[in-house]
């Protein structure tokens, strides 16, 4: 599968707004990739990011770096003694002292300077390279569903590292090279200030390595899982009706069947978490039947998988009182 191809199904799937990113940091005399171009200016690598996720192709040496801290921690250029002492993150009041920046800083994922000669950022699609990494641009419903995807493939719980400090840099670039995992960051003062970044948006970075099993795990919860969330399956027609108003009531439910619409599948059956819903099958014609209906909890599961919205459940407030005139 080539690059075009894999951004293809993620923008797809994921319904991207925004192009994934192909970014590559460059060992020193290696050769510049075809298809990218050197600004005029200089720009950030947060900018470079939002740029690329723009439709933008950039080749960055350090000379178009703006900013000497992401391209310290990129290792492009040596650390300026100034940003090394933490004091800066005091004039900015965005740590309150000297032990605290320090001690950020030193945890901080960082490649020695003089390790790369430039970054190389372009649309997933278009990049003639191989990334490193690749960066997304997301609202929360898509980065869980990367997140799921990774778990899907490995089995695996997905640990993430950030600090709310240098974002594209040391959480989606450092971070994710050295580790090969999955990394979200929520952005930075510097990332959120220079780029267009929405305050509604995250982002995500994949190790280059991952994303072709990442993309096969999407397809796989593209077939029920994603258009199920998305279409809201399971939510209550009437949300607000289902609260208690009161410390004396408990709700009644009564789960009604529609017989001329149920097919008799037993697909509600099988997806029922309490396993109060059974097939009955009277000469060849098939229905279905509730047991213990007061032992349902109301996930909605049945009515959200049933085929042919057969199902529907009706949630009572039911006062004790009642109940023992029932009875
Ligand atoms: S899922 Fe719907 S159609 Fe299938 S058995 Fe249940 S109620 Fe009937
Ligand atoms: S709402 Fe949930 S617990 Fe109740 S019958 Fe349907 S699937 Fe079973």
């Given at each position: 599968?080539?690059?075009?191809?894999l951004?293809?199904?993620?923008?797809?799937?994921?319904?991207?707004?925004?192009?994934?990113?192909?970014?590559?940091?460059m060992?020193?005399?290696?050769?510049?990739?075809?298809?990218?171009?050197?600004?005029?200016?200089?720009?950030?690598?947060?900018?470079?990011?939002?740029l690329?996720?723009r439709?933008?192709s950039?080749?960055?040496?350090?000379?178009?770096?703006?900013?000497?801290?992401?391209?310290?921690?990129?290792?492009?250029?040596?650390?300026?003694?100034?940003?090394?002492?933490?004091?800066?993150?005091?004039?900015?009041k965005?740590?309150?002292?000297?032990?605290?920046?320090q001690?950020?800083?030193?945890?901080?994922?960082?490649?020695?300077?003089?390790?790369?000669a430039?970054?190389?950022?372009?649309?997933?699609?278009?990049?003639?390279?191989?990334?490193?990494v690749?960066?997304?641009?997301?609202?929360?419903?898509?980065?869980?569903?990367l997140?799921?995807a990774?778990?899907?493939?490995?089995g695996?719980?997905?640990?993430?590292?950030?600090?709310?400090?240098?974002?594209?840099?040391?959480?989606?670039?450092v971070?994710v090279?050295?580790?090969?995992?999955?990394?979200?960051?929520?952005?930075?003062?510097?990332a959120?200030?220079?780029?267009?970044?929405?305050?509604?948006?995250?982002?995500?970075?994949?190790?280059?390595?991952?994303?072709?099993?990442?993309?096969?795990?999407?397809e796989?919860?593209?077939?029920?899982?994603?258009?199920?969330?998305?279409?809201?399956?399971?939510?209550?027609p009437?949300?607000?009706?289902?609260?208690?108003?009161?410390?004396?009531?408990?709700?009644?439910?009564?789960?009604?069947?529609?017989?001329?619409?149920?097919?008799?599948?037993?697909?509600?059956?099988?997806?029922?978490?309490?396993?109060?819903?059974?097939?009955?099958?009277?000469?060849?014609?098939?229905?279905?039947?509730?047991?213990?209906?007061?032992?349902c909890?109301?996930c909605?599961?049945?009515?959200?998988?049933?085929?042919?919205?057969?199902i529907?459940l009706?949630?009572?407030?039911?006062?004790?009182?009642?109940?023992s005139?029932?009875?």
């Amino acid at each position: 599968m080539n690059n075009r191809q894999l951004a293809d199904g993620l923008k797809r799937i994921l319904n991207l707004r925004w192009l994934p990113v192909a970014m590559r940091l460059m060992r020193p005399g290696e050769e510049v990739p075809r298809g990218v171009y050197e600004p005029e200016g200089r720009i950030r690598h947060c900018q470079s990011i939002a740029l690329a996720r723009r439709g933008n192709s950039m080749y960055l040496p350090p000379r178009r770096h703006a900013c000497p801290d992401g391209a310290a921690i990129l290792g492009l250029v040596p650390m300026s003694p100034k940003l090394r002492s933490g004091e800066l993150y005091l004039l900015f009041k965005k740590l309150p002292n000297l032990e605290c920046a320090q001690k950020m800083i030193a945890s901080r994922p960082e490649f020695p300077a003089g390790s790369y000669a430039a970054s190389v950022v372009a649309p997933l699609e278009e990049a003639e390279y191989q990334p490193d990494v690749v960066i997304f641009t997301l609202w929360p419903e898509q980065a869980m569903w990367l997140c799921a995807a990774s778990t899907y493939a490995t089995g695996e719980r997905q640990e993430f590292q950030t600090s709310g400090y240098n974002s594209t840099c040391a959480d989606l670039t450092v971070k994710v090279m050295t580790s090969q995992k999955m990394n979200i960051s929520f952005g930075c003062y510097g990332a959120r200030a220079s780029s267009d970044v929405e305050d509604f948006e995250v982002y995500v970075s994949v190790p280059y390595g991952n994303l072709i099993s990442l993309a096969g795990a999407l397809e796989k919860l593209a077939v029920k899982s994603i258009p199920e969330a998305r279409r809201r399956i399971y939510m209550p027609p009437v949300l607000d009706k289902v609260a208690i108003s009161g410390e004396k009531e408990a709700l009644a439910v009564d789960i009604v069947i529609d017989a001329e619409r149920c097919s008799g599948c037993g697909l509600c059956a099988a997806f029922c978490p309490e396993a109060l819903l059974y097939v009955r099958d009277d000469k060849g014609k098939k229905t279905v039947e509730v047991k213990n209906a007061s032992d349902c909890c109301v996930c909605y599961t049945c009515a959200g998988q049933c085929p042919n919205k057969a199902i529907q459940l009706r949630v009572l407030s039911k006062r004790p009182r009642e109940e023992s005139r029932d009875e």
